[in-house]
């Protein structure tokens, strides 16, 4: 078991790991992720090699955000922005995009970016909530790979504030890490090493069905939930989530016993068919000996 006096020095030793969240209020995050924007604003946001890798690393976000929007583009919000990774392929497809982050520094970067891109617009945010925009204001908001990097208690904030701002039928999709994945939970036990003691860094996992339930108390319907925990919730009144995300929540979190549930049903699936067939060919016996009496009617009265 490790112990306090191992020595251990993270994942890559890099000057970006060597940084330390200092605290556990909203000054602390917004100067660790200012100084991670100063260290190295590419793989703070994205494990990407090189700048050339970084500028076009959003175009897949892109393809899977785009369907999102109503017809026309609409009206965006990225949380946890950046420096615009993924705006700078979006922005093409919406009427207005908009990006926050609690970082100021990440901000200035966005915005020379971006600055030739008319419709995107960088706010800096307070970290707990979307107070520069009124409700009812998007048709889209999204966030990669942002909530697992705050308390869970600040990451639901930011779900029942995307709803504020949500038009009616609007929606929400992120991403988190699935601490029931084995490669989602072997990253989360590089963490419990003596090193992130001393250097801590924001970091948080969730199950499915923890997502699925912040959601339906924030207001949204899961719509979409795959294993990697990317979701996609739709505002509505309704919040009940059907029945095949009710079951693949179920999958996730209880592999072996919906195995063997589904291995009783097939079972008895089986056995029905079975039976069906026993019952089959029970009635065509009858049909036949009721046909041949009606081809003999002579024998009957013999």
């Not at 419990?192 to 949204?220: C, D, I, K, W």
Request: hydrophobic share 40%.
């Amino acid at each position: 078991m490790p112990k306090i006096s191992d020595t251990t020095k993270g994942l890559s030793g890099s000057e970006l790991e060597r940084l330390a969240l200092e605290g556990e209020g909203l000054g602390a995050y917004r100067q660790f992720w200012d100084r991670a924007a100063v260290v190295d604003s590419i793989h703070a946001i994205s494990d990407q090699d090189d700048a050339e890798s970084f500028e076009v690393s959003g175009h897949r976000e892109m393809d899977e955000l785009a369907p999102l929007l109503p017809p026309g583009g609409g009206a965006a919000l990225e949380i946890g922005c950046g420096t615009g990774r993924v705006m700078q392929h979006l922005a093409p497809r919406c009427r207005a995009l908009h990006g926050i982050d609690i970082s100021a520094e990440m901000v200035e970067q966005g915005r020379r970016r971006l600055a030739h891109l008319r419709n995107v617009s960088f706010h800096v945010g307070n970290g707990y909530d979307l107070a520069p925009f009124g409700d009812e204001s998007f048709d889209l908001v999204y966030s990669l790979f942002a909530f697992q990097h705050m308390p869970k208690t600040t990451a639901y904030n930011y779900f029942t504030e995307s709803r504020r701002v949500l038009r009616p039928n609007g929606v929400l999709r992120f991403q988190v890490p699935n601490i029931l994945r084995d490669d989602h939970f072997n990253a989360f036990h590089h963490f419990t090493q003596p090193y992130f003691v001393e250097h801590p860094y924001p970091m948080n996992y969730y199950t499915p069905s923890e997502v699925v339930l912040m959601l339906a108390r924030a207001g949204f319907r899961v719509e979409d939930l795959s294993d990697g925990m990317a979701v996609v919730a739709r505002k509505a009144d309704d919040v009940t989530a059907d029945v095949a995300i009710r079951e693949r929540v179920a999958r996730f979190e209880h592999p072996r016993l919906m195995a063997e549930r589904e291995a009783q049903l097939a079972g008895t699936v089986a056995r029905l068919a079975e039976a069906n067939a026993e019952i089959e060919r029970y009635r065509r016996r009858i049909a036949v000996r009721a046909a041949n009496t009606l081809r003999h009617p002579l024998r009957r009265s013999r």
